[in-house]
Structure formats: C-alpha cells, structure tokens
C-alpha cells in the first residue's frame, strides 16, 4: 500500500498535497515527495522516513511554487526505504513525474527491454519502469502513452502523472489499487482515499479499473483504455474524517480484517504462475531445497502461531522435520542447528527485538536464515539471507490480523515448493492444492460477510471471565490465535488447550456456563475432537465449535456452530481464524475496550 493525492486549480498546490498526505499516512510512511509544475519546471523533492520530515524540507510547501501537482507517501514494496526509491519518479529530462500505488508484477521485463533501449534507472523500484515506458511512448498525446502503458504493464497500479507539454493537465490512471477523484471549488484532485480530499470537497468520483482520467482546473474527463470518453456520476461522501481514514470501518481492526482477502490474493498471486510455484527470492537452487534437513521458525506472539500451524504443513507435505520456537527461547537456548538447517524468521514489523536476535544468532552460527517479513527494508528484511515478503501493506491495529493471514500463505506456499522439489507432490497434487489456495480469497470474503451473526453471538460474552479454546492438530494452532486475539483486546483471561489435554489438568476449571470454542477443522480427528467437546459440555461447558461445512453431526455435538467453507486440511487455519477474529473483535466493541490500542501493548515490541 502507498497513498498518492494529486492537485491541479488557482491555489499552491504543495500544502494540498502534504495535507492529503497527511490523511494517508496511515498508507505507508517510510517516506515521502512531491513533484510540483510551476509552469516551467517540474520540481520534485523527496525524503525518507515520516511525512513531516518533507514538511520541514519544504517549509509545509512554501518553497514550492506551482498550482498543480503529485504527491506521494511510500510503503515499500520493491526497494528499500530510501530517498532515490521514495516516488515521484520521472525520466531523464525530468519532463515526465509519475506517483504510483500498487505492483507492477512485471516490471524486471520492461526494466530489461527499457534498458537494452538505453533508459538508464536511478531507483530500484517497480513504479520507475512507468515513467520510462511512458517517455517512450509519449508523442506529445499523454492520453494515448498512458493507455499504451496501461496495456504494457501487468499488475495493479493507481497513477497521478505530470507532464512538462502539459501545464494545465493533471492525469490519473487506475487498476486493482483505489483511485477518487475529488471535484472541488477552486480546483480538482486525486487520492488513493477519501479522507485526502474531504478538506476541499465532498463530492468523488469513483475511478475504475482500466480507466483514465484528466483533470483541469474546472474539468474532468474520465476514459477507456479505448480512449473513449466515460459519463461518470459523483458521490457525495457523508462520513466524517474519522472514519473516513478508516474507510468507513468503525475501527482499523476492522478494515484490516475485510483487507484479508485481498492480503491473501497479493502474497499468493506473484507467486504462482499456471499452475507451479515460483518463489523467485527464495533463490535455492533444487539440490539446496532437498538438502535441507531441518527447518526451524522462529518468531513471538501471532507470527509464532503461524509457525506452528506451518509446522504441520512443512512436515505433513515435505516431510521435513520442524521445530518451531518463541525468539525470546531459541536466543537464550543453544540450539542445535545442523548444517543444512534453515531458519525461518517471521515477522510483520521486521523489528521485533527477539526475533532479530535470534535472526542474528542463527547467522552467527553460520546457517542459512530467511525472513518472511512484512515492512520491506526492516532489520530483519536486511539481515536476514534471503527475505519473502507478505504482501499485508501497514498493519495498524496493534492486533494483527491481515499479517497473520499473509504469514500463512507465505508458508504455505513456502511448503508446497519443497515438497514438490522434494518428490512428495506430483504435478497434479500441487495443482490441486493451488487451486484451492487460490479460492481462499473468496471464501474469506464469505466468511467476513457473517459478521452480524457472530456479533449477536459476541454480545453475550462480554461479561465472560474465562474462555478456553480447544482444538488438535493445526486446529490447536488456530485457537492459541484465536485465544491470544480475545485476550489481547478484550482483556478477558483465556486459553488455548490441545484438545486431548484438557483432561490432564485445565478441565477442573471448566463450570456451568464457561465459553468452550472448539476448532474442529481437520476430519481425520472428528471423532476425538468430538468427545472432547462432550468431555467439557458434561461439565456445564457452553460450546461454540467451528468446524467444516460437511461436518452437520457437529450441530448435535455442540450448542453453537459456525461452519468454514470446504477447503484442504492443511489450509483450514486462513478460512477458522476469520469468525474467531470477529468475535474477539464484537466482544472488544461490546465491552467498549480502545480495540486499535490495547492497553499495554505496542505493534512494533523492539525490546527484549
Ligand atoms: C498479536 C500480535 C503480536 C505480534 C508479535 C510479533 O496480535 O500482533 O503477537 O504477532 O508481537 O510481531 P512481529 O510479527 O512484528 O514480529
């Protein structure tokens, strides 16, 4: 995720643009720029790290002169943090700016033919292939360069594009990354979201995907990529800002949850081409991948729960031996690392203090590390040998959710790779399992759609002291996350049991009317999970299980069901956690806790 405004009217476009700016940062932030068009120059002026940091270089845009422009405040994707990576980019003659969210997924391609054709690159990013691309097709018609690149680049883009020929001209472009256009009294503009223009006006405009649009200062025009003008209708925004930088959720917990889908489809989708997994910075050749004799993952908190669910998967599907541990352990441990180990660092921040310890002390050792790291250009990221990003964009709500659910994908993918080099999937098994990885998207969303259900089911829990999560196997995984996300934002006590263990201890707390959440996702392990459900409900439990859709005995066993749609066992974890998120997440509303901030607690934990 990045966020890009852009302005074009009567006023000094830079305080425009750094005030939208500021209403996207919550889009990324590891840096920031501007480019602005003074009618002779187009001058552009970057900085790395918050957005205030180009506040101050500009004096908040007095230093700028010009009433049109581009802005744009980064969260890194190709290319770490730096001034040169941070956006606009132009060409050489600096007569073309371009701000881009989104991933052009074939970028290394255009770079190459752009750069047998004597295009020099300064950056490292995907978005400076745009800006060369369209000085090459560009004829003195902006329009029909930006529609040849639209049809050139493969990806997701939303564009704000200036061009030097073009003084009274802003150009906008649109696909798989959201793009308003805002119609304002003494200018128009374009953001990446709402809450940038609501300052200026209230009335949008919805840019879809594979669509252009030009702007003046009392002019829209919206086009195809046939280069056929549209007739669009505005939309008067009625949110408060507030919640308009939420995107009308209530809270970022919220969005971020809907954003699963979506996080699912980025972290997957570069990743699988046809149908065989080409994970290409991973960059082990096929002997290395077989050689590896044991696979540790390392990570704290949620990020270790994906560890164990992968754990499963790992072993089950490649038959490598796993041994998954907190960072806070494995640094002070000794453990034994084999030579052809490899360890796996996971981690959304990338900065997590245990996490990079261990990171450092694996490497120190000498052996191969790989991070699976959300914030590109993190310590982890840099350290680590080789780093697979989660595709999560920033995660604010201090409860992760769409990190999580990336981790996941990641592993995963990660684990179908192996086990395929390693001769224990055939073709045809992978591209099953793909096919069904790839409909996890969708029935995420179908999951998200239930909500109001579990919310009635939510509110009758707020007065809950104790909560225990029961499940065996990867469904064992599932509750410690689903237990650790009640607790952390509800601040209701709760545990997570492997089911078969109940008995040797935690059952003796289990009284009339305790919440029992059973997760009974893997069929291999109905029957036991099943008479541990009677187990507690003989005991005065009050069970919610939340199972298969084909598993309707279920609906005997336990008081309350929520079914997951039909999915590999291995890949449950992405579709069970959805409801015990929403849960966790309608008991916090309900008690009235500060969801996003709970208290004691911080995103990003760099301390031991
Ligand atoms: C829980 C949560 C934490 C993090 C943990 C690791 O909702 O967010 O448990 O998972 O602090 O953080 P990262 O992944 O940044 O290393």
Known sequence: MCGIVGYIGASQAAP??????????????DSAGIAVYDGKKIQVKKAIGRLKVLSELTHDGATMPG?????????????????????????????????????????????????????????????????HLLDYYYKGDPLEAITKVMHRVEGSYALGILFREHPDRLYAARKDSPLIVGQGKDGNLIASDVPAVLKYTREVYFIRNEETAVLTTDGIAFYNMD????????????????AAEKGGYEHFMLKEMYEQPKTVQDTLKP?????????????????????ISRIHIVACGSAYHTGI???????????????????????????????????LIVSQSGETADSLAALR?????????????N?????????????????????????????????????????????????????????????????????????????????????????????????????????????????????????AYAAGELKHGTISLIEEGTLVAAVVTQKDLYKKSMSNIVEVRTRGAF???????????MEKAADYVIYIPQTNPYFTNSLAIIPLQLFSYYVSVGKGCDVDKPRNLAKSVTVE
């Not at 990743?271 to 991948?289: W, Y």
């Not at 038959?319 to 494995?330: G, K, N, Q, W, Y």
């Not at 002390?361 to 790291?373: D, S």
């Not at 604010?396 to 684990?415: G, H, N």
């Open 309 to 343: 669910t992968a754990k499963y998967v790992f072993e089950g599907l490649a038959r490598i031996p796993v041994e998954v541990d907190l960072a806070s352990e494995f640094r002070y441990r000794n453990p034994i690392l084999e030579e052809d180990a490899l360890v």
């Open 16 to 29: 425009i643009l750094l005030d939208g700016l500021g209403k996207l940062e919550y889009r990324g932030y």
């Open 361 to 373: 002390e694996a490497k120190g050792r000498g052996v191969k590390t790989l991070g699976i790291v």
């Open 67 to 131: 009433t049109l422009g581009v802005g744009h405040t980064r969260w890194a994707t190709h290319g770490a943090p730096s001034d040169l990576n941070a956006h606009p980019h132009y060409n050489k003659e600096e007569t073309i700016a371009v701000v881009h969210n989104g991933i052009i997924e074939n970028y290394l391609k255009l770079r190459k033919k752009l750069t047998e054709k004597g295009y020099e690159f300064r950056s490292e990013t995907d978005t400076e292939v745009v800006a």
């Open 227 to 242: 280069g056929e003008e549209i007739v669009k209708n505005s939309t008067t925004i009625e949110w408060d800002l507030n």
């Open 271 to 291: 990743r699988v081409k046809e149908n065989t997994i080409e994970i290409e910075e991973l960059s082990m050749t096929e002997e290395e991948i077989r050689s």
């Open 375 to 495: 914030v590109v250009g993190s310590s982890i990221a840099r350290e680590a040998d080789k780093v697979m990003y989660t595709w999560a964009g920033p995660e604010i709500a201090v409860a992760t959710t769409k990190a999580y659910s990336a981790q996941l994908i990641a592993q995963y993918l990660l684990a179908l790779k192996f086990a395929q080099v390693r001769g224990r999937l055939t073709a045809e098994e992978t591209a099953a399992m793909l096919g069904d990885l790839k409909k996890l998207p969708g029935q995420i969303e179908m999951l998200l759609a239930n909500k109001e259900r579990i919310q009635k089911f939510a509110n009758r829990y707020i007065a809950a002291k104790d909560v225990f999560f029961i499940g065996r196997g990867i469904d064992y995984a599932i509750s410690l996350e689903g237990s650790l996300k009640l607790k952390e934002i509800s601040y209701i006590h709760s545990e």
């Open 543 to 553: 069970v919610l299980a939340v199972t298969n859709v084909d598993n309707t005995e």
